[in-house]
């Protein structure tokens, strides 16, 4: 697992322990084992070499690992992108079955909140983050198709123990929805497919079906915790994250 020391990466290393999965947890960030079957290594996506030891001997990856929100282009183009491919290619390499890889909400986070939209509607990132996670996801299929390595892209929505405000009202996953969105990325049959992952709140923005299909049924709703609110139809489903100021503070000069 890339991106160890993560939000979600502690909570599904956690999950995987109790459930005596052996895991190889890999982050630049220190992080101790959850259990006696977690081996942790520091590892840095942008360092080929490194990838292909650790992943020795793993018949599967998570790819958790990356810069988690809008950045310098240049920066998520280097750790989300070319990291991406050094995973990719690192499993192919170690005779992995199978990459899951953390995708994001984020790829189409320039519809609008009127539209309901599928992982087979074309890409709207919201920003130079998304972006990367469109490539991201083009490089699994490529992946999958060229070299036969299987790949589930899971977009994931806003991963929080509680939803804080009308966006998450729409966006919200759960942890325990999370669990079981990797669970069955991991676990299902198909050799290629892109799904969301997002809690069965009263209103979504994604469709849940193609998760369904690979068995992530979602239990959890943000209704329990927040009204929905309104926002306008013409409002992007990236929010705040979709505005100019978002990627423009953050570009290098």
Known sequence: MTGAAGRIGR?????LSERGVPTVSLDVTECAPVGPEDRVL??????????????????????????????????????????????????????????????????????????????????????????????GESLCRLYADKFGLSTISVRIGSFKERPEDVRHARTWLSHADALRAFDAAMATEAHSAVFYAVSRNSERWWSLEEGEQLGFVPRDDAATFIGLGALAPDT??????????????????
């Open 11 to 15: 909570v599904l290393r956690a999950h």
């Open 42 to 135: 520091h590892c840095d996506l942008r360092h080929l070499p490194e990838l292909v030891a650790a992943l020795r001997g793993c018949s599967g990856v998570v790819h958790l690992g990356g810069l988690p929100d809008e950045a310098d282009f240049h920066e998520l183009a280097d750790v989300n992108v070319v990291g991406t491919y050094h995973v990719l290619e690192a499993a192919r390499r170690a005779g992995s079955s199978r990459v899951v890889f953390a995708s994001s909400n984020r790829v189409t986070g320039s519809y609008p909140v009127s539209e309901t939209v599928t992982p087979s509607d074309p890409p709207r990132p919201d920003g130079f983050y998304g972006v990367s996670k469109v490539a």
């Open 236 to 253: 992007p489903q990236g929010g705040p994250y979709a505005g100019p100021a978002h990627s423009l503070g953050r570009m290098r000069g």
